[in-house]
């Protein structure tokens, strides 16, 4: 079957642009996670979703950054006027709920880049 | 709050050695306890991982972890290495009833060379 997915898989814009990047789960997973990884560091966590509802958006790491799952399937990462700092690899997971022995299962990132 | 020190950034090693990762741990509660492994363009897959029970875990490709409580350590060893073992090893941490948020380390990258 079909793993994660998430377009684009490489973005680069402009410092002070808007940037959409998008997660399709795995059919079926209730909860989805967003992770960030910089350079030469392991993925950071930004939020998770069981669901439609955010359960946990502490990782965010300011008001620039903002995620939906409207539907509780497709999710959207939007980042507001994109600072060269938000260059990273974001990387998105899902599983079949959000009991904590369950593994994740992790697309294969989108590469942001800001100049 | 969690954290994971991997103290290896990089390992080398001959085909057909042995080869042990260091992860250490910090939490202040009780955690479950993952490596996760990234191979060339590809993206992060769970090898194995600790919930309870025994302290020594195994994955089906040889890999092994043993959770040492005492030393908050869960080190992920092979007794012989593949060149297809090359990749980024990544160990996590999360605790129960957590949401199953992972905490990473900074990963360690094995070579395996002939």
């Known amino acids: 079957g079909a793993g994660v997915s998430q377009t684009p898989s490489n973005k680069v814009t402009e410092k002070g642009k808007y940037v959409e990047l998008r997660c399709d789960p795995i059919?079926?997973?209730?909860?989805l996670y967003w992770y960030r990884q910089s350079l030469g560091q392991g993925p950071e966590f930004l939020i998770y979703?069981?669901?439609?509802?955010?359960?946990?958006d502490s990782g965010l790491p300011n008001d620039r950054f903002f995620a939906v799952r409207p539907e509780g399937s497709v999710s959207t990462l939007k980042i507001q006027r994109t600072e060269r700092g938000d260059s990273a690899v974001y990387l998105c997971?899902?599983?079949?709920?959000?009991?904590?022995?369950?593994?994740?299962?992790f697309g294969p990132g989108t590469r942001l880049t800001v100049l | 709050a969690q954290s994971v020190t991997q103290l290896d950034s990089q390992v080398p090693v001959f085909e057909e050695a042995p080869v042990e990762l260091r992860c250490n741990y910090s939490?202040?509660?009780?955690?479950?306890l993952f490596w996760y492994v990234q191979y060339p363009n590809q993206g992060l897959q769970l090898l194995l991982k600790?919930?309870?029970?025994?302290?020594l875990v195994e994955s089906i490709n040889g890999f092994e972890a043993e959770f040492n409580k005492s030393q908050t350590s869960f080190h992920l060893r092979k007794p012989s290495v593949h060149i297809s073992d090359t990749a980024e090893y990544f160990c996590?941490?999360?605790?129960?009833?957590?949401?199953?948020?992972?905490?990473f380390g900074t990963g360690t990258q094995l070579k395996v060379e002939l």
């Open positions: 997971a899902s599983s079949p709920d959000r009991v904590a022995y369950n593994e994740q299962f």
């Open positions: 059919s079926g997973h209730t909860a």
């Open positions: 600790y919930l309870s029970g025994s302290t």
């Open positions: 979703f069981q669901g439609t509802g955010a359960a946990d």
């Open positions: 939490s202040s509660v009780s955690v479950y």
């Open positions: 996590a941490v999360t605790p129960p009833g957590g949401g199953n948020k992972l905490t």
